[in-house]
């Protein structure tokens, strides 16, 4: 290979990389603009599965209106954007792609979203519980006077750990797909996974009844996690059968 021709095709790469990257960002500006005009609304959002556990917020500094506001708004804009800028790096890595490869894209990037998106939702189920139960920690002796900056992080830690949960099978398969992981080693370890599973769900979900509210978040994952064996299976068993074809035409 000609080293001029090698240099100048990195040279396009990262030229590329740079324009897709400039994109993404002003998508996520102009959608973090719009959510900041709805950011009180977004925060009212946010606080209603707490109830009545909070009233109010409290600020400690003129400035922490507009910081708040602009935390609500950028996880805002990230989560409405997430599609175009999604898209932005799905175009990226798609020139490096077999033609059978690409095929996939589109479906995973879906898939990606939507089981993101679902993970997000259950989080937000969880939320009115688990303020109800954080908050009856403090007791008689203790004032609980929520901000609304720590209050946010809170949320935003709680849904963005629940989307990434639900990943599992999307990186699962993905592991198969490439030769990282095979069927058979999930169904082995599958009382492992289920033992983590649980212990996430006890995690996020720290109320008095220590096995039916863990249950009901853990049920959706395991489900998820059987559907990723079964998808694996199919992925496996057609790699298999294109390796034994390969060698056998290569005799």
């Given at each position: 290979?000609?080293?001029?021709?090698?240099?100048?095709?990195?040279?396009?790469?990262?030229?590329?990389?740079?324009?897709?990257l400039i994109k993404s960002i002003i998508i996520i500006a102009v959608?973090?603009?719009?959510?900041?005009?709805?950011?009180?609304?977004?925060?009212?959002?946010?606080?209603?599965?707490?109830?009545?556990?909070?009233?109010?917020?409290?600020?400690?500094?003129?400035?922490?209106?507009?910081?708040?506001?602009?935390?609500?708004?950028?996880?805002?804009?990230?989560?409405?954007?997430?599609?175009?800028?999604?898209?932005?790096?799905?175009?990226?890595?798609?020139?490096?792609?077999?033609?059978?490869?690409?095929?996939?894209?589109?479906?995973?990037?879906?898939?990606?979203?939507?089981?993101?998106?679902?993970?997000?939702?259950?989080?937000?189920?969880?939320?009115?519980?688990?303020?109800?139960?954080?908050?009856?920690?403090?007791?008689?002796?203790?004032?609980?006077?929520?901000?609304?900056?720590?209050?946010?992080?809170?949320?935003?830690?709680?849904?963005?750990?629940?989307?990434?949960?639900?990943?599992?099978?999307?990186?699962?398969?993905?592991?198969?797909?490439?030769?990282?992981?095979?069927p058979a080693t999930l169904r082995k370890h599958r009382r492992v996974?289920?033992?983590?599973?649980?212990?996430?769900?006890?995690?996020?979900?720290?109320?008095?009844?220590?096995?039916?509210?863990?249950?009901?978040?853990?049920?959706?994952?395991?489900?998820?996690?059987?559907?990723?064996?079964?998808?694996?299976?199919?992925?496996?068993?057609?790699?298999?059968?294109?390796?034994?074809?390969?060698?056998?035409?290569?005799?």
């Amino acid at each position: 290979m000609d080293p001029d021709n090698a240099q100048m095709s990195i040279i396009d790469h990262l030229e590329e990389l740079r324009q897709r990257l400039i994109k993404s960002i002003i998508i996520i500006a102009v959608a973090t603009a719009v959510c900041y005009i709805f950011s009180d609304q977004i925060l009212a959002f946010l606080k209603a599965p707490a109830g009545d556990v909070i009233e109010k917020f409290v600020a400690f500094s003129p400035m922490d209106g507009f910081i708040i506001k602009a935390k609500v708004a950028l996880y805002g804009g990230l989560v409405i954007s997430s599609p175009l800028w999604a898209w932005q790096l799905v175009q990226f890595i798609a020139p490096g792609l077999t033609p059978s490869e690409r095929r996939f894209l589109i479906p995973a990037t879906l898939a990606t979203a939507g089981l993101f998106l679902l993970g997000s939702v259950a989080g937000y189920m969880s939320l009115g519980t688990t303020m109800h139960v954080l908050v009856g920690m403090f007791g008689s002796q203790i004032e609980y006077l929520p901000t609304a900056g720590s209050y946010v992080q809170l949320v935003i830690f709680l849904l963005l750990a629940w989307g990434l949960a639900f990943e599992t099978p999307v990186v699962t398969v993905a592991l198969v797909y490439v030769g990282l992981l095979e069927p058979a080693t999930l169904r082995k370890h599958r009382r492992v996974a289920y033992f983590v599973m649980f212990v996430f769900a006890e995690i996020v979900t720290p109320v008095a009844d220590p096995i039916v509210a863990p249950l009901i978040i853990m049920v959706p994952m395991v489900a998820l996690y059987e559907i990723s064996i079964l998808i694996s299976d199919r992925i496996f068993a057609k790699r298999q059968a294109s390796e034994l074809s390969a060698s056998g035409s290569g005799r």
